[in-house]
């Protein structure tokens, strides 16, 4: 067959080897993993909710809306907050079942990648486009798991600095190099848990995802309860906040720059996807793991977001480096809701641990997912060392992308120690790179693939097209929108480095394809006869 030819295995209904891989085996996922081109190598012991636990502990809506609560604040306040989440969130949804129809046809550790290859094969540009999506793909992973781990580092710096008396009573205020060896010994642990059997990874996951859902409700209910001055309802739905300190006037603008932390907040949810190989019935659990993720996230996200705004009352405050939080907004606001009732922060600070283990646990299935990603695509011959990285253990465990991943995320940190501008730009692939490489197959469902794909048992039927076509154009939107500047005037110390991380990522991308890959990469390749 032709795309035989060029590295591609046959898909079901194809040819006649579909009946003889599917005779050699009675375990329908095993099946259709071989349909696909591959053997089987890794445990499937995840069920439905532990394929959802990892996706729902990565977008973490704990970890998202705490840690940039200051940026929505600062660009809009409460208004933004409030409107801009549910209209993120149902854009987010529209990109979420675009890529679950597809997960559903093609459900493997690749993802992404693996998708964007089967989706152009009949066009031959296959291999570019895996070679595109899977390492914009990869490297926002590893992006994410950099900056979900490094802002966990900077949280413990401001629950020490509270512990100790806070900023204006002498408490202890760690330095960039005490917040990187933080940051270090979280992953030094990431990659322990990580290097475990997978049923004892899904406990984890498990437990994460309840976490984060009884902490969201215990952090929305009990914040806002115990601050004895409570916001109006009138200034939580309504108020919004031009004083950013930006030097920017147009309310537009503002709203649009406050969106950051809701769709920060709202990635990572293609984990489902990569865990695929690990799940049963993977073809339906895997999309509905996505789509899960996303709908559930959305909504307990958006309780948390209105429970905690219920305690705002003076935003310059809560922003100024000069608070006991050192700016760190939302430390502050629970701080000072427990020291307005009891005389002391202390219960503010409990509230900051329950945040601090949900943002743990993202980053813990952050290199979960990382490490299937990187297992799949070094499979298929992608990366420099490839034959290392997808290499498993006893306990079928990918035990060296686990440790590649971490290591990479911890590299990515150390620009912080000279430049937290720099760190910013890199960490900016987080979002914008992470949906770019969500966005690539969904184009190539919508286009080159429209007449020849073939959907999976999870399907969006005749509307699989319009919402493609919706999750592209709300992608491009934000890649544009994040790419503005944030601070007027622009210097070199307030420009907006995102279109620099992330064209030097495509320009890094691209060349290199040119220069090589396309030379010896073909895209997924079956490992049947390895």
Same mark, same amino acid.
């Given at each position: ?14 040819? !006649? ?22 053997? &089987? ?73 693996? %998708? ?19 390492? +914009? ?44 060896? +933080? ?28 976490? @984060? ?27 919004? @906040? ?18 950051? =932390? ?14 695929? !190989?690990?799940?049963? @019935?993977?073809?339906?659990?895997? &999309? ?13 996200? %958006? ?122 730009? =890199? ?31 999870? @399907? ?13 154009? %709300? ?23 995102? &279109? ?12 290199? %394809? ?17």
């Amino acid at each position: 067959m032709e795309e035989a030819r060029h590295g591609y295995s046959p898909l079901a209904g194809d040819d !006649e080897d579909a009946e003889a891989i599917r005779g050699a085996t009675g375990d329908g996922d095993d099946v259709k993993l071989r349909l696909l081109g591959y053997k &089987p190598q890794l445990k499937r012991d995840l069920s439905v909710v532990s394929n959802f636990a990892v996706s729902f502990s990565i977008v973490s809506v704990v970890t998202g809306v705490t840690t940039l609560f200051g940026t929505g604040l600062q660009f809009g306040g409460p208004a933004t907050m409030v409107y801009g989440w549910p209209v993120a969130g149902a854009f987010t949804l529209a990109v979420g079942l675009a890529m679950a129809e597809i997960c559903s046809a093609y459900p493997t550790s690749g993802g992404l990648y693996f %998708w964007s290859a089967r989706l152009c094969a009949h066009r031959r540009w296959g291999p570019f486009a895996a070679w595109l999506t899977g390492w +914009f793909n990869i490297v926002g992973q590893w992006a994410v798991t950099t900056s979900v781990d490094y802002s966990l580092a900077q949280l413990i710096q401001v629950i020490i600095l509270l512990g100790t008396g806070g900023k204006n009573g002498g408490g202890y205020l760690a330095s960039k190099y005490v917040v990187i060896a +933080f940051h270090a010994a979280i992953l030094l642990s990431h990659a322990v848990i990580n290097s475990l059997p997978i049923t004892v990874l899904s406990f984890f996951g498990q437990f994460a995802a309840a976490w @984060n859902m009884l902490g969201v409700f215990v952090l929305m209910v009990a914040v806002p309860a115990v601050a004895t001055e409570r916001a109006s309802a009138e200034f939580v739905f309504t108020h919004f @906040n031009t004083d950013n300190g930006a030097g920017i006037r147009s309310n537009l603008y503002i709203f649009v720059l406050g969106l950051l =932390m809701s769709q920060y907040t709202l990635t990572g949810y293609d984990a489902s996807a990569h865990m695929t !190989e690990e799940t049963k @019935n993977a073809d339906k659990n895997g &999309p509905i793991g996505i789509i899960s993720a996303i709908g559930i996230s959305i909504l307990v996200g %958006w309780g948390y977001i209105l429970g905690i705004t219920f305690a705002v009352k003076d935003i310059p405050y809560l922003l100024s480096p000069d608070n006991d939080a050192g700016g760190y907004a939302i430390a502050e606001v629970f701080y000072l809701a427990f020291k307005s009732r009891y005389g002391s922060g202390a219960g503010g600070i409990v509230c900051l641990g329950i945040v601090a283990v949900a943002i743990y646990f993202c980053g813990m299935s952050s290199v979960t997912s990382n490490s299937r990603m990187a297992y799949a695509f070094s499979r298929d011959g992608a990366m420099p060392f490839s034959s290392v990285w997808h290499k498993v253990n006893k306990q079928e465990v990918p035990i060296n992308a686990v440790w590649l991943s971490v290591s990479v995320a911890l590299c990515m940190a150390l620009p912080s120690l000279g430049s937290l501008v720099a760190f910013q730009a =890199m960490v900016s692939i987080a979002t914008i790179g992470l949906y770019i490489s969500y966005a690539l197959p969904i184009l190539f469902r919508v286009t080159l693939a429209r007449k020849h794909f073939s959907p999976g048992p999870f @399907n969006l039927g005749r509307y699989g097209v319009l919402v493609g076509g919706v999750a592209v154009l %709300w992608v491009a939107t934000i890649t544009v929108l994040f790419s503005l500047p944030v601070t007027y005037p622009v210097t070199k110390d307030t420009l907006n480095y995102t &279109p620099v991380a992330v064209g030097g990522l495509f320009f890094l991308v691209l060349s290199s %394809w040119v220069l090589s890959a396309r030379h010896w990469f073909k895209g997924p390749v079956t490992n049947l006869d390895g």
